[in-house]
């Protein structure tokens, strides 16, 4: 069956530190993988996108790489700040037209100063 | 630029009531979803509409939610009656044709008491 987990537990870190959240898929084939952050009582956000023929994308102190073989994407924030804390979420981008995207259950992410 | 409008932000009710959601997506933006966000859960699709016209509602309980976009920009997506399971955040996002990301209303949050 088709499942999307991401890390289901929450991860705390030191502020500074490098956070590294996981999303892996099972039959699924994305075109390409989107990361959106999610705070509470809000919508999620979008940060990053990456096509399946591309191995890392970055954006300022994010980073996201994507493995189509190992059916993992893993999404990195460096020098981690208290501010980053929130929920992260990965979602799948079928191929074609629609722009239909199938989420993960999210990471909460808590960076402690 | 503004973004995505939804109201009401909560909304109370008891099973077997009726309830009604509105969205207003960001101007020029031809498609429209609705999600479903059960709490610890990621965003779970319900329909997509591009302008006026349905693209995919498969995973839509047609027997008791209903959605329209009339004249292809705000969207009213109803549930009738609500069951107690439908209590989760409802959200609005829309995008642009040719783009992947999708902006995020801030969502309903519905209890069914």
């Known amino acids: 069956s088709q499942k999307i987990e991401q890390n289901s537990e929450a991860l705390n870190i030191q502020e500074g530190k490098t956070a590294t959240l996981t999303c892996n898929y099972t039959?699924?084939?994305?075109?390409?993988l989107q990361w959106y952050r999610q705070d509470p009582g809000r919508g999620p956000v979008f940060l990053l996108l990456i096509r399946e023929n591309e191995k890392e994308k970055r954006k300022e102190r994010l980073k996201v790489t994507f493995d189509t073989t190992l059916k993992q994407s893993l999404f990195h924030i460096t020098a981690s700040q208290p501010a980053d804390s929130a929920t992260y979420l990965c979602a799948l981008g079928t191929s074609g037209n629609t722009g239909k995207l199938i989420f993960g259950q999210g990471t909460t992410l808590q960076v402690k100063p | 630029e503004a973004g995505v409008a939804q109201s009401p932000r909560y909304k109370i009710i008891e099973k077997r009531q009726s309830v009604a959601f509105w969205c207003n997506p960001i101007s020029g933006h031809a498609t429209l979803y609705w999600y479903q966000q059960i709490l610890g859960q990621g965003p779970k699709l319900l329909i997509q509409?591009?302008?006026?016209?349905?693209?995919?509602d498969s995973q839509l309980p047609k027997d008791r939610f209903s959605a329209e976009r009339l004249k292809g920009v705000d969207s009213t997506l109803k549930i009738q009656p609500a069951k107690l399971e439908d209590s989760a955040v409802y959200l609005c996002?829309?995008?642009?044709?040719?783009?992947?990301?999708?902006?995020f209303g801030p969502g309903t949050r519905l209890t069914v008491t």
């Open positions: 039959n699924y084939s994305p075109a390409y």
């Open positions: 996002a829309s995008k642009l044709p040719s783009g992947s990301e999708q902006y």
């Open positions: 509409f591009q302008n006026n016209g349905v693209v995919d």
